[in-house]
């Protein structure tokens, strides 16, 4: 079975600074990566995703993920945030090759990005 | 652009009413899937349905039912609401036949339950 672990439920950051929201997974079989994002009041909406290739992924509104196999992680990255960006970020998985495409999601990390 | 529309967004229902959540995606996608989310939990997936005609449970079932109406319809049923049922729920839809594609999300529909 797959498991995904958010390492910090909540991070504080003040505007402009880098920030980096950890996300690691727990699986005995390939897996694709998402990182998704929830502004209040909002449904979720896909940030990036990694499906093979190239370990560095880049997203939408300046976000970019690394995966790294060895570390079973896939951390969320942005050079310099915006107070725009608060909002709750959720990183999933998905089995490689699995025809229901099924999401494991974590907890959650609230990104709360001060002036 | 409507993507995955969920009616209603906010609800009110006494312990025992029953109720259904209706969920619609114009996106001409196979899978469809429901959620719950509650603080702290994230979202757990309560029944999908990976194709028309066929309906599968989550990780937490009990307590509901579902239909896949058509192609674009996946409805959500509580028969008798319970307050633990209070959360917000979320619909989400996905084309292609692999775990490669991603989800697409409704707003959610916010149910509280007295």
């Known amino acids: 079975a797959q498991s995904v672990t958010q390492l910090d439920s909540q991070v504080p950051v003040f505007e402009e600074a880098p920030v980096e929201l950890r996300c690691n997974y727990s699986?005995?079989?390939?897996?694709?990566l998402f990182w998704y994002v929830q502004y209040p009041n909002q449904g979720l909406q896909l940030l990036l995703k990694?499906?093979?290739?190239?370990?560095l992924v880049k997203g939408i509104n300046g976000f970019e993920a690394e995966f790294n196999k060895s570390q079973t992680s896939f951390h969320l990255r942005k050079p310099s945030v915006h107070i725009s960006d608060t909002a709750e970020y959720f990183c999933?998985?998905?089995?490689?090759?699995?025809?229901?495409?099924?999401?494991?999601f974590g907890k959650g990390t609230k990104l709360s990005v001060k002036p | 652009n409507a993507g995955v529309t969920q009616t209603p967004k906010f609800q009110v229902l006494k312990t025992g009413q029953s109720m259904t959540l209706q969920c619609a995606q114009d996106?001409?996608?196979?899978?469809m899937y429901w959620y719950r989310q509650d603080p702290g939990m994230g979202l757990r997936l309560i029944y999908y349905?990976?194709?028309?005609?066929?309906?599968d449970k989550g990780e937490v079932p009990n307590g509901y039912n579902v239909s896949r109406l058509n192609k674009r319809e996946f409805s959500l049923r509580l028969e008798s609401a319970a307050p633990s049922q209070t959360s917000v729920y979320f619909c989400?839809?996905?084309?292609?036949?692999?775990?490669?594609?991603?989800?697409?999300f409704g707003d959610g529909t916010r149910l509280s339950i007295l």
């Open positions: 989400a839809s996905r084309g292609g036949d692999r775990g490669n594609q991603p989800q697409h």
């Open positions: 699986s005995s079989v390939s897996v694709y």
């Open positions: 990694y499906l093979s290739g190239s370990t």
């Open positions: 999933a998985v998905s089995v490689s090759g699995g025809s229901q495409g099924n999401l494991i």
């Open positions: 996106m001409n996608h196979n899978s």
């Open positions: 349905s990976a194709s028309e005609g066929t309906t």
